[in-house]
């Protein structure tokens, strides 16, 4: 047996087999089973990482590379049938399958492990100390082989040399270097240089065989070295150090038993011979397979009899073939049988020639296997790198869906302008706090519900780029302002809330709540300007008796909606509230049906010219006729008609009433001068688009003339979005109706505003009016009105006369009209219909023409009496 056999092939087998099982289940995989399916992919990644699959692909080049040339060199050996060694042999190879895996892991290699197998970089510690017990291995067999070589040069064993060694050596060496034949799918190597080498040590004796296989290993190792075979050094060694070795104890062993073997050979005892060449045999196989198997033992850290079992036992099988066969070959040598000699060379070129056919088969049948193997290598390489950039999409994927699921999440609970918790957050966190209120018995948090002050107008008059910038502004102010443990929100437009918890007292609420008032209305910078805001606050207190989140937000509502409309910088709810806001909003359910039911009346109160004490026309004021209540005044539903938009459909019902009621007076009572009538619009018209198409339309379906409706509004409607009114003024002014600024002084308006208004007249307020005789400051007001109403072209209406002095007052001021409780109250058709009959109703006001002085008679002197 050649000593190299088997050195590595526990290794190889090993490596081979993982990279069948991997193969294995890849082919397996179910893509629907999409858990194992990853963590198959993840297995074969880190394969792929360590370089494992690279290295089995260089594995199997090698093992290929070598089993193709092995192929040509076998060796044609006779006698196989021998003692039932050939038919062993026979039931070896077909009791085996036929895989590739078989077969591949059947050969032997001689090249080191580490050449195609990457150990993981934790070991190389052990590794170190595997090289180091390896090391004191060959030191330990250095000696012994040095002794059985120096015993060989000391017995002189060149003096047998003759023509017929040379050629025995010439033929051992070819034997070894290209007659040899591994059998396919087992561990048995058919060669003829075993079988030589007992020859030699049967003919020429042991210390010239000796020298013979040290000429064989090296002949062999160069063979495998010019083929491409990559041999460690120590390899190379083992094999050196044990040819003589083994050789050294086979031969003196027999010696031992059967004495001198060339008398044994020549006593032509064919028992004899058969006992000694097993005996040589045996010895031979059992000091190499020994050597083998401690140093495959010290590389793998298995045990010595594992690999002698698992690698070697075949071996045993072709050394005690090798024996019989050099029996064989010498008794035909040494008895000159030609026919024996012939029948022997034909029957192994037979044998021969029928193995080199079957192994060429096999061949063949490996290549195809391998190349169909490869295939499906470079298929799962391939599929294994689809896998992965799978996984890598399908992680993305997955961090993906978890950044969008956190985006949502973010959305669905904060405001996207400022960054604020919304409303659902807000009441989630106020059902936390309910209900751990509720666990504790007290309730120590307030909510606080915020309105900034005159949004609406800084956004439209400025743009609602400054307005979503200062509510920005205010959302950071809010943060900055509560606590870690507090929360500020925005609910919408310009709606903030607050939740403040762990309140000691409730004053602690509305001292907040001052601080927040004082800190929003510090100016804010936007657009190189500064933009002024103010808050109304409205406070309600957690208790027990809110069962709901949505019960506690209602009531902080309806306080702020009471700052709001009471002009305070913060209200905190009390039940009074509640019951007026049910009240309230009962009175804005009935005030939708009531114009549904056209529920509305409206009363009239007569505009006179004040040079003339005549009727000039009228002042629509409207009443609410209830089912149940009676007449409703208009200050409890115009406020709340303003705030549900409700104003707007009411505006169009009364001036329709309107237009068509002074139309039938028109025609009932001709005058020079048509009468006219005034009817209020609130501010809550500018936004409404169609406001100039309603007032088209109501003209046009009462026939009212454009000139005689005069539209009244108020210097606060009119400003809080200037440019928006100039604009719609305009487009009403274009159908001819006149326009009138109401209440003239109370509000605020700019000068600068007030001359590109397209308005027509100026009422001055009653306040203003009824205060003329109580001081002189007031008639210096009401005169400077007048004369800016004449410097800009205007008529002036003077509301709230009452008195004959304020009529003769406001006549020398040159005021062209007035109305007030002095002329007439509001009253309803029926009245205003007897006031139309009578033309001549107020000319007493008027001053008489003074009476002319008659001429003196001509008077007698008087006398007096005697």
């Given at each position: 047996m050649s000593p190299s056999c088997g050195i590595e092939i526990e290794t190889g087998e090993r490596v081979i087999g993982a990279f069948d099982a991997v193969s294995g289940c890849v082919a397996k995989i179910s893509p629907e089973n999409k858990i194992v399916y990853i963590q198959v992919i993840d297995h074969l990644a880190k394969l792929r990482k360590?370089?494992?699959?690279?290295?089995?692909?260089?594995?199997?080049?090698?093992?290929?590379?070598?089993?193709?040339?092995?192929?040509?060199?076998?060796?044609?050996?006779?006698f196989l049938l021998i003692s039932g060694i050939f038919s062993y042999i026979l039931f070896k190879t077909s009791s085996h399958s036929a895989s590739l895996s078989d077969l591949r892991s059947s050969l032997h290699f001689f090249v080191d492990p580490s050449k195609f197998v990457h150990f993981p970089a934790s070991f190389p510690p052990q590794m170190e100390q595997q090289d180091k017990l390896i090391n004191i291995y060959l030191a330990s067999l250095i000696p012994i082989s040095a002794?059985?070589?120096?015993?060989?040069?000391?017995?002189?064993?060149?003096?047998?040399?003759?023509?017929?060694?040379?050629?025995?050596?010439?033929?051992?060496?070819?034997?070894?270097?290209?007659?040899?034949?591994?059998?396919?799918?087992?561990?048995?190597?058919?060669?003829?240089?075993?079988?030589?080498?007992?020859?030699?040590?049967?003919?020429?004796?042991?210390?010239?065989?000796?020298?013979?296989?040290?000429?064989?290993?090296?002949?062999?190792?160069?063979?495998?070295?010019?083929?491409?075979?990559?041999?460690?050094?120590?390899?190379?060694?083992?094999?050196?150090?044990?040819?003589?070795i083994g050789v050294f104890a086979a031969y003196h062993t027999a010696i031992f038993l059967f004495g001198p073997l060339d008398q044994v050979v020549a006593r032509n005892d064919f028992t004899s011979l058969i006992w000694l060449l097993l005996t040589i045999t045996i010895t031979l196989f059992a000091i190499n397979s020994a050597i083998v198997s401690i140093f495959a033992a010290?590389?793998?850290?298995?045990?010595?009899?594992?690999?002698?079992?698992?690698?070697?036992?075949?071996?045993?099988?072709?050394?005690?073939?090798?024996?019989?066969?050099?029996?064989?070959?010498?008794?035909?040598?040494?008895?000159?049988?030609?026919?024996?000699?012939?029948?022997?060379?034909?029957?192994?070129?037979?044998?021969?020639?029928?193995?080199?056919?079957?192994?060429?088969?096999?061949?063949?049948?490996?290549?195809?296997?391998?190349?169909?193997?490869?295939?499906?290598?470079?298929?799962?390489?391939?599929?294994?790198?689809?896998?992965?950039?799978?996984?890598?999409?399908?992680?993305?994927?997955?961090?993906?869906?978890?950044?969008?699921?956190?985006?949502?999440?973010?959305?669905?609970?904060?405001?996207?302008?400022?960054?604020?918790?919304?409303?659902?957050?807000?009441?989630?966190?106020?059902?936390?706090?309910?209900?751990?209120?509720?666990?504790?018995?007290?309730f120590k948090f307030a909510i606080l519900l915020i309105d900034l002050y005159r949004f609406k107008t800084i956004n439209e008059s400025l743009g609602h780029s400054v307005g979503d910038r200062l509510i920005t502004n205010v959302g950071v102010r809010l943060s900055e302002m509560v606590r870690e443990s507090d929360m500020a929100a925005r609910f919408s437009g310009d709606k903030f809330g607050i939740i403040l918890t762990d309140l000691l007292e409730k004053e602690e609420a509305a001292a907040f709540a001052n601080r927040l008032s004082a800190r929003i209305s510090e100016p804010y910078m936007l657009d190189d300007r500064q933009v002024f805001t103010d808050v109304r606050v409205g406070i309600a207190f957690g208790n027990s008796k809110y069962a709901?989140?949505?019960?506690?937000?209602?009531?902080?509502?309806?306080?702020?909606?009471?700052?709001?409309?009471?002009?305070?910088?913060?209200?905190?709810?009390?039940?009074?509230?509640?019951?007026?806001?049910?009240?309230?909003?009962?009175?804005?359910?009935?005030?939708?049906?009531?114009?549904?039911?056209?529920?509305?009346?409206?009363?009239?109160?007569?505009?006179?010219?004040?040079?003339?004490?005549?009727?000039?026309?009228?002042?629509?004021?409207?009443r609410w006729n209830h089912p149940q209540r009676g007449l409703v005044p208009p200050n409890e539903f115009i406020p709340i008609s303003e705030s549900t938009g409700l104003i707007i459909p009411m505006t169009v019902q009364?001036?329709?009433?309107?237009?068509?009621?002074?139309?039938?007076?028109?025609?009932?009572?001709?005058?020079?001068?048509?009468?006219?009538?005034?009817?209020?619009?609130?501010?809550?018209?500018?936004?409404?688009?169609?406001?100039?198409?309603?007032?088209?339309?109501?003209?046009?379906?009462?026939?009212?003339?454009?000139?005689?409706l005069k539209l009244?509004?108020?210097?606060?409607?009119?400003?809080?979005?200037?440019?928006?009114?100039?604009?719609?003024?305009?487009q009403i002014k274009e159908i001819g109706v006149q326009l009138s600024i109401d209440d003239f002084g109370t509000g605020y308006s700019s000068l600068s505003y007030l001359h590109r208004f397209p308005i027509d007249l100026l009422k001055v307020d009653r306040s203003f009016v009824s205060a003329m005789e109580?001081?002189?400051?007031?008639?210096?007001?009401?005169?400077?009105?007048?004369?800016?109403?004449?410097?800009?072209?205007?008529?002036?209406?003077?509301?709230?006369?009452?008195?004959?002095?304020?009529?003769?007052?406001?006549?020398?001021?040159?005021?062209?009209?007035?109305?007030?409780?002095?002329?007439?109250?509001?009253?309803?058709?029926?009245?205003?219909?007897?006031?139309?009959?009578?033309?001549?109703?107020?000319?007493?006001?008027?001053?008489?023409?003074?009476?002319?002085?008659?001429?003196?008679?001509?008077?007698?002197?008087?006398?007096?009496?005697?």
């Open positions: 360590s370089r494992f699959l690279h290295s089995i692909h260089r594995r199997r080049s090698s093992c290929d590379k070598f089993f193709a040339g092995s192929t040509k060199h076998a060796a044609a050996h006779i002794i059985a070589i120096g015993w060989a040069l000391q017995n002189d064993p060149l003096r047998n040399l003759d023509g017929g060694f040379i050629a025995l050596g010439l033929l051992t060496i070819f034997s070894a270097c290209w007659l040899r034949i591994q059998l396919p799918r087992t561990n048995v190597h058919l060669t003829l240089s075993d079988a030589l080498t007992i020859l030699s040590m049967l003919l020429y004796g042991g210390s010239i065989t000796i020298l013979l296989a040290l000429a064989e290993v090296a002949a062999g190792a160069i063979n495998l070295r010019l083929r491409g075979t990559e041999l460690r050094w120590k390899t190379m060694a083992i094999n050196v150090l044990a040819a003589p010290i590389k793998t850290k298995k045990s010595i009899w594992f690999h002698w079992k698992a690698n070697l036992l075949d071996a045993a099988v072709m050394n005690v073939l090798g024996g019989l066969m050099a029996g064989v070959i010498l008794k035909a040598v040494t008895q000159l049988n030609l026919y024996i000699v012939a029948a022997t060379v034909g029957f192994f070129g037979v044998i021969f020639l029928t193995f080199r056919h079957f192994v060429s088969d096999a061949r063949r049948s490996a290549e195809i296997a391998h190349r169909e193997q490869q295939e499906r290598y470079e298929l799962a390489e391939k599929h294994v790198v689809e896998l992965e950039h799978y996984v890598a999409e399908l992680e993305k994927t997955a961090d993906a869906l978890q950044k969008s699921h956190e985006k949502f999440r973010h959305a669905a609970y904060h405001d996207a302008l400022t960054g604020l918790p919304n409303r659902n957050f807000f009441i989630e966190r106020l059902k936390e706090l309910l209900l751990e209120g509720a666990e504790a018995g007290e709901e989140a949505e019960d506690l937000l209602r009531d902080a509502d309806i306080a702020m909606y009471y700052a709001k409309d009471s002009n305070e910088k913060h209200v905190i709810f009390d039940q009074k509230m509640h019951v007026r806001a049910v009240t309230r909003l009962q009175l804005e359910t009935d005030l939708r049906y009531a114009i549904e039911r056209h529920e509305f009346e409206l009363h009239y109160q007569p505009i006179v010219a004040l040079e003339t004490a005549r009727l000039v026309g009228f002042e629509a004021l409207v009364i001036l329709e009433s309107a237009c068509k009621q002074v139309k039938e007076w028109q025609l009932r009572y001709p005058s020079a001068v048509p009468l006219s009538i005034a009817v209020n619009i609130s501010g809550k018209h500018f936004a409404d688009p169609g406001l100039v198409s309603q007032i088209k339309n109501v003209l046009a379906i009462s026939g009212f003339e454009p000139s005689s009244e509004l108020t210097e606060s409607a009119i400003m809080e979005n200037a440019e928006r009114a100039i604009q719609m003024l305009t109580e001081n002189s400051e007031n008639g210096e007001i009401v005169r400077t009105v007048i004369a800016l109403a004449k410097a800009l072209r205007l008529n002036v209406v003077a509301e709230g006369i009452e008195s004959i002095h304020q009529f003769h007052q406001l006549r020398i001021l040159k005021c062209e009209y007035g109305q007030g409780y002095l002329f007439s109250k509001p009253q309803s058709v029926a009245d205003i219909e007897a006031l139309l009959a009578d033309e001549g109703h107020w000319q007493h006001f008027l001053p008489q023409a003074p009476r002319p002085v008659p001429a003196a008679a001509n008077i007698s002197p008087l006398r007096l009496a005697n």
